[in-house]
């Protein structure tokens, strides 16, 4: 365990942060999760899960570094709502695909939203980034990112940091990654693989791009992960239907957890 390297989840409800009355243990924000590696503070995505980023103490800096998959809303709903980006104390550094301040500055106008990108005090860069590229960040972690098979694309990300790696793939329809062998080697020994479980098994829905805990389980098995962490759930799930996706996915891959929001675990 690497106290230098620390995982934690915002955000784990895919699509939206519907509260269907039955999910209180694992919460409903949509999609966010921080690692802090070194003097890194990494963001993936921005879901509402993000709104709590500032009041977490070990993760506070003067530099942040946040990296969008793709632009699907349960992906940026919270992006107007990071205190941190009202912090003119605060770089923030975004990364995303295709042009990523002019994507946003639409999100964050009218008539979508009652204020435009102008009432942000942080100072931002934006910056464009694609699949397969490397990014060393300040306090020498690296990103590496690869392209998921999801509507319009998704970039997963692998996270590397004094020999330890967290890689994050949502938003992928593994069925359409049979014998990739890029993708295997992008999974391989991470000791951390966050991953979709949007659908529960035998209840996939080809083209949506999105996966099953047994999908997740058998990627982690042949690419010898550590610990997977099943993650992006259906809103419709209730605490019990995540319970029983842990308890039966334990039974092939012990090292399974069903993440929550608020969880951190290290590396």
Not at 44 to 72: N, R, V
Not at 112 to 138: C, D, G, H, K
Request: glycine share 8%; with cysteine; aromatic share 10%.
């Amino acid at each position: 365990m690497d106290r230098n390297f620390e995982v934690t989840f915002l955000g784990t409800n895919g699509s939206c942060p519907y509260n269907c009355g039955k999910r209180q243990k694992y919460g409903t924000n949509t999609l966010c999760v921080a690692a802090k590696a070194g003097d890194d503070v990494i963001i993936f995505d921005a879901g509402t899960g993000i709104c709590g980023l500032s009041e977490l103490q070990s993760y506070k800096s003067s530099e942040k570094h946040l990296f969008l998959t793709h632009y699907h809303m349960d992906h940026i709903d919270g992006f107007l709502f990071n205190p941190d980006m009202f912090n003119p104390k605060i770089k923030m550094n975004i990364y995303g695909r295709g042009d990523v301040q002019t994507i946003l500055e639409t999100l964050v106008a009218p008539p979508v939203s009652p204020v435009t990108t102008e009432v942000f005090e942080a100072e931002i860069e934006y910056r464009s980034i694609e699949a397969n590229q490397t990014i060393t960040l300040p306090g020498g972690s690296v990103i590496k990112t690869c392209l998921l098979s999801h509507p319009g694309g998704a970039l997963g990300c692998r996270l590397e940091y004094n020999n330890k790696t967290l890689c994050y793939c949502v938003d992928v329809e593994l069925s359409n990654h049979k014998n990739d062998t890029v993708l295997e080697e992008f999974f391989r020994d991470s000791d951390l693989l966050i991953l979709d479980a949007s659908f529960t098994d035998g209840n996939v829905i080809p083209h949506w791009g999105h996966s099953s805990p047994s999908e997740c389980i058998e990627w982690a098995i042949k690419t010898n992960v550590k610990k997977l962490a099943l993650y992006h759930y259906g809103y419709r799930m209730s605490d019990d239907d995540i319970d029983k996706m842990q308890e039966s996915a334990r039974t092939v891959f012990p090292n399974t957890f069903t993440a929550t929001d608020g969880m951190s675990i290290f590396l």
